[in-house]
């Protein structure tokens, strides 16, 4: 096993409280060097997950593998700190009575020489040497939480899981940080288990996304994967703003504004939705109430009225209503802002359309 096995490997894993299911059947693996991202919105138990994995709380069934070795099976346990598993936190705290030299030192073993090469060399990577002898009350939140992040990685883990680490930092100190945090663990070959809700996060960091939603893994793919082959309706909304055209099938068709959509294997009178994002809708000028002609590409274009015209700064978004009253979204780069009430044509990209049985 040893050297093909994962880092991290969960099997199965289940966690109940109060009879609720909160972690269903969860299963994942990491490699070393490997940044896996558990993305999903509040309540879906991704915390509760990477606390079974700390070893902080026991699974109710499933098992825990780290290297091909079992570490828990929700009887047999190998304790919290002996599991070589490092952790960082959303309310991570420093010590507040320790300088960032001894609170970075904090989980090391070896002399006193060893540790302050570690420290050093840690510090120096995360660019705070200058505030080796400072203490944590004398750090800005960013300072404090490369602290953190060097503290984490000193004792050199070989798993590192993260709790919405980043969340307490403005956004723009946050890509920054971010950015250096995924260098510093790829660095040192750390397998990563990222928890967040936040899809931005998850595309900027993982390898791998693993969607959870209400205890379950229900997608699992690299970020391109995850975005552009979506399993369901929620999964395509849980990364950007959608459109949803819902629909009659009738043999295997859909009837939509854009023209018709095959819709495989849907029995006739069953609903479909046609899901697409906002920037993947086309608009063409209105040429004496006529609009493009079908392409394949694009299929058919139907009539909207701008309602509203808003500048995003690096998009403009106009909302349409269509000759049904229904509403589309549109996002169109820089700035592009019709008056409300024009006439224009819209198109939707057939590749990028997705069908769901509603
Ligand atoms: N010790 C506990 N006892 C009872 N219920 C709990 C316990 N810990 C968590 N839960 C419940 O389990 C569910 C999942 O919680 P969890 O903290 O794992 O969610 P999360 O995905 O991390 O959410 P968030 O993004 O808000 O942090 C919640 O409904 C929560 O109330
Ligand atoms: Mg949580």
């Known amino acids: 096993m040893q050297g093909t096995a994962p880092r991290l490997e969960i099997r199965n894993l289940t966690r109940l409280f109060g009879g609720a299911c909160v972690v269903d059947d969860v299963s994942l693996s990491i490699k070393s060097g490997q940044v896996m991202c558990l993305l999903g919105p509040s309540g879906c138990g991704k915390s509760t997950t990477l606390r079974m994995i700390a070893g902080v709380d026991m699974q109710d069934s499933g098992e825990i593998w780290v290297d091909g070795t079992l570490i828990c099976d929700g009887a047999f346990t190998v304790p919290a700190e002996q599991r070589g598993i490092g952790l960082m936190f959303q309310d991570f705290a420093l010590f507040p009575h320790m300088n960032v030299a001894d609170n970075v030192a904090f989980g090391l073993k070896g002399t006193r020489a060893e540790k302050l090469s570690r420290v050093e060399e840690l510090l120096a990577k995360v660019g705070l040497m200058r505030l080796i002898d400072a203490y944590p009350h004398q750090l800005s939140g960013g300072e404090q939480q490369r602290v953190a992040l060097a503290r984490a990685l000193a004792p050199r883990p ?4 993260m709790d919405e680490p980043f969340s307490g930092l403005d956004n723009r100190l946050r890509d920054g940080i971010r950015d250096e945090t995924l260098a510093l663990l790829k660095e040192e070959g750390t397998a990563v288990l990222l928890v967040t809700h936040e899809p931005e996060e998850a595309m ?10 209400d205890g379950k893994i229900v997608q699992r793919g690299a970020p391109y994967n995850i975005y552009n082959s979506p399993a369901d309706l929620e999964a395509v ?10 629909t009659i099938c009738n043999g295997a068709l859909a ?10 294997g849907v029995a006739d009178g069953a609903e479909v939705d046609i899901v697409f994002r906002p920037q993947h809708v086309g608009i063409d000028f209105d040429r004496g109430g006529k609009g493009p002609l079908p392409t394949a590409r694009d299929g058919t274009a139907a009539r909207g009225v701008v ?6 700064g690096a998009e403009s978004l106009v909302e349409f209503e ?4 229904s509403v589309i979204h549109a996002t169109v780069p820089n700035v592009f802002l019709p008056k409300p009430g024009t006439p224009l044509w819209l198109t939707i990209r057939r590749d990028r359309c997705f069908v769901f049985p509603a």
């Open 158 to 161: 070989k798993i590192m899981l």
């Open 204 to 213: 900027r960091m993982a390898d791998e996304i693993a969607l959870m939603r």
């Open 237 to 246: 909304g849980f990364f950007s703003d959608i459109n949803v055209i819902r």
């Open 255 to 264: 009837q939509t504004p854009f023209g018709q959509f095959l819709a495989p």
């Open 307 to 312: 309602q509203r015209s808003r500048f995003m």
């Open 322 to 325: 269509m000759d049904d009253q």
